[in-house]
T-cell receptor
Framework: ETGVTQTPRHLVMGMTNKKSLKCEQH?????MYWYKQSAKKPLELMFV???????ENNSVPSRFSPECPNSSHLFLHLHTLQPEDSALYLC??????????????FGPGTRLTVL | AQKITQTQPGMFVQEKEAVTLDCTYD???????LFWYKQPSSGEMIFLIY??????QNATEGRYSLNFQKARKSANLVISASQLGDSAMYFC???????????FGTGTSLTVIP
């Protein structure tokens, strides 16, 4: 247990569905991240939130919509996804201090399959 | 340019032997942090070890040690006395103090052979 939880752990959805991934951290961190990890590919940073403000959006398609209502919760809203969006989606949190220490703590991930 | 480079897509090691996983990094910032994570087949990323750019000594955590060569910009992970449970993907990562972005390498898949 790292203190970061993600739900659901597995999700199968059709291309016309709308679903949301949820991430919650109990570590008192103020930075949260969404990563996408496709098979045989490196981690891709999708979004970064610092103190509930989005600071990074790495050219992610608009069918992925993040939401950070407070420092402890992060959502990824999904709609009209494509089969190539099937991947492991990892949430992470860290302290948002200027120190280069403070590792990221990861959740267990949501394994998403788009049919 | 790649911030983190891991040149070994896959590695094999005999149980109880030591293994070194390579990592080189690229930054012009004098202050940075280097991290290694383990990702078993279950998917969760597990933090293993940290090295700060100003740290004089190589970091160690149990069977894990980090061979930090600052001039070469390398931060290799050494796992001593390999165990079957060490079979996993291993990712090297770097954090710079400006911003909160972590840069990850492409990973090395380690297989421990009985």
């Amino acid at each position: 247990e790292t203190g970061v939880t993600q739900t659901p752990r597995h999700l199968v959805m059709g291309m016309t569905n709308k679903k949301s991934l949820k991430c919650e951290q109990h570590l008192g961190h103020n930075a949260m991240y969404w990563y996408k990890q496709s098979a045989k590919k490196p981690l891709e940073l999708m979004f970064v939130y610092n103190f509930k403000e989005q600071t990074e959006n790495n050219s992610v398609p608009s069918r992925f919509s993040p939401e950070c209502p407070n420092s402890s919760h992060l959502f990824l809203h999904l709609h009209t996804l494509q089969p190539e969006d099937s991947a492991l989606y990892l949430c992470a949190s860290s302290s948002a201090s200027i120190s280069s220490y403070n590792e990221q703590f990861f959740g267990p991930g949501t394994r998403l399959t788009v049919l | 340019a790649q911030k983190i480079t891991q040149t070994q897509p896959g590695m094999f090691v005999q149980e109880k032997e030591a293994v070194t996983l390579d990592c080189t990094y690229d930054t012009s910032d004098p202050s940075y942090g280097l991290f290694w994570y383990k990702q078993p087949s279950s998917g969760e990323m597990i933090f293993l070890i940290y090295q700060g750019s100003y740290d004089q000594q190589n970091a160690t955590e149990g069977r894990y040690s980090l061979n930090f060569q600052k001039a070469r910009k390398s931060a290799n992970l050494v796992i001593s006395a390999s165990q079957l449970g060490d079979s996993a993907m291993y990712f090297c990562a770097m954090r710079e103090p400006t911003g909160n972005q972590f840069y990850f390498g492409t990973g090395t898949s380690l297989t421990v052979i009985p």
